[in-house]
């Protein structure tokens, strides 16, 4: 299976995954990679030569749900939207400074 599909497994599995890229992730790891969580050896090990990068997994829940499927919860969108509000807020009342660095 394809990193898309198997993350699609989780999010129609889990639902609380749909809300929390933390809990898709470890769930990945666990169901599809096999990473071990018994002890801290185990898990560094398995970690390094099992694990699939938490971005190409969260790049996946996020071409899912731009389709409109397993999206997250109402409560998990409006605390999104009220993020986005706040900080569109902040770079209108110049109270977050953007620079450019230039090397």
Known sequence: MTIRENVETILRGFPASRNDDKKLILEYWRT?????????????GSFISKSTP?????RARRLIQEEGKYLPTNETVLARRWKKSAMEDA????EVIWRIVLH
């Open 91 to 94: 770079i209108r009342n110049r």
């Open 32 to 44: 599809f990679d096999n990473v071990s969580f018994d002890s801290i050896d185990k898990f560094v």
């Open 54 to 58: 938490t971005e190409s997994i969260t």
